[in-house]
């Protein structure tokens, strides 16, 4: 047994193992050739479970949507440093809907998409994790 072991993770780092797992999903499906829209998706849910877990860990509620903007001006109100993922949390968030559900007209993404998607969910899980390290 390791040190710690026999400690209950608190609610906040079950989120964001959530998240992790969410993004090794993402990054195993994109390098073994798998769907992009898929890959795009987890790329949001890492984001959305993220934020939420952020929440979670400053006792912030918040409301049971999948709106990433909306999530990240909760967090920006507990801390202004997560303004800079602005336009990352817009350009992610088009893939929750587009990729959960089918549209008449099938949307097909580009490599770009999905590199820029793995790129921003990458980074804002890594500075929620710094954000909550001790």
């Not at 047994?1 to 998240?19: G, L, Q």
């Not at 801390?79 to 099938?106: S, W």
């Not at 590199?115 to 500075?127: M, P, V």
Request: charged share 30%.
């Amino acid at each position: 047994m390791k040190p710690h072991d026999d400690i209950r993770p608190t609610a906040a780092h079950r989120w964001i193992e959530k998240a992790q797992r969410h993004y090794a999903t993402a990054m195993l499906n994109h390098h073994h050739g798998g769907y992009r829209d898929t890959t795009c998706y987890f790329a949001h849910q890492t984001v959305e479970i993220g934020l939420k877990g952020f929440l979670v860990a400053k006792d912030i509620r918040f409301p049971r949507v999948h709106v990433l903007p909306q999530l990240l001006t909760l967090c920006v109100r507990a801390d202004d440093d997560f303004r800079q993922f602005g336009d990352g949390c817009v350009a992610l968030n088009r893939y929750y809907i587009e990729e959960k559900y089918p549209l008449d007209t099938p949307v097909d993404h580009t490599e770009q998409d999905v590199e820029e998607a793995l790129k921003i969910s990458g980074e804002i899980l890594d500075f929620i994790k710094k954000k909550l390290s001790p």
